[in-house]
């Protein structure tokens, strides 16, 4: 199984800060990644797929890169709406797998 | 408009038999895999398994593979997810999902709510 590690697992930021969160894949996924953003008591929400691809409704302030095994999320300027947890999920090959997740929360 | 309902919060006792259902409309069922994920209080995100409505072929996570049985009814535009014999370590919310255009999921249900104690 393809194993995903997220950093930080929690991130104190304010708003207006550019926050970045990284996900490693224990081996190479290509660029077959997405990200999720979970609000507390809320259903996750995609945010991006295949690495950098926004997902529709999805603010432009938010951007996805890397390949390969090394990938990150990006929030230019963080917004109060953006105090949520992020997933990273690899789809390169079943089973799928998630990332334990990076909380992001209010300096 | 997508949408996935799931089927209301579920209290049972070890041992019983259950099983949830996500309810599909807005797109062509059989054009998309559907798939289960379970969120543990507190805790992340876990791949259960997915099937794909149209020859039923399904995949299952390794922890889950032979815990749980997923399904579907075409002629209702349903899936399902059933234990046969629930644990309390089975306490979870558990979310129906629909599948991209490759493996991510890009409309997700409510949510169902099990908890399993005695």
């Known amino acids: 199984d393809i194993q995903m590690t997220q950093s930080p697992s929690t991130l104190s930021a304010s708003v207006g800060d550019r926050v970045t969160i990284t996900c490693r894949a224990s081996q190479s996924i290509s660029n077959w990644l997405a990200w999720y953003q979970q609000k507390p008591g809320k259903v996750p929400k995609l945010l991006i797929y295949k690495t950098s691809s926004l997902e529709s409704g999805v603010p432009s302030r938010f951007s996805g890169s890397g390949f390969g095994t090394q990938f990150s999320l990006t929030i230019s300027s963080l917004q109060p709406d953006d105090f949520a947890t992020y997933y990273c999920q690899q789809y390169q090959s079943y089973p799928i797998t998630f990332a334990g997740g990076t909380k992001v929360d209010i300096k | 408009e997508v949408l996935l309902v799931q089927s209301g919060a579920e209290v049972k006792k070890p041992g019983e038999s259950l099983r949830i259902s996500c309810k599909a409309s807005?797109?062509?069922?059989?054009?998309?895999?559907i798939g289960w994920v379970r969120q543990k209080p507190g805790k992340g995100l876990e791949w259960m398994g997915i099937?794909?409505?149209?020859?039923?072929?399904?995949r299952y996570g390794p922890s889950f593979q032979g815990q749980v049985t997923i399904s579907v009814d075409k002629s209702i535009t349903t899936a399902y997810l059933h234990w046969g014999s629930l644990k309390a370590s089975d306490t979870a919310m558990y979310y129906c999902?629909?599948?991209?255009?490759?493996?991510?999921?890009?409309?997700w249900g409510q949510g169902t709510l099990v908890t399993v104690s005695s």
């Open positions: 999902v629909r599948r991209g255009w490759g493996d991510y999921y890009d409309y």
């Open positions: 807005g797109y062509t069922f059989t054009d998309n895999w």
């Open positions: 099937i794909y409505p149209t020859d039923s072929d399904t």
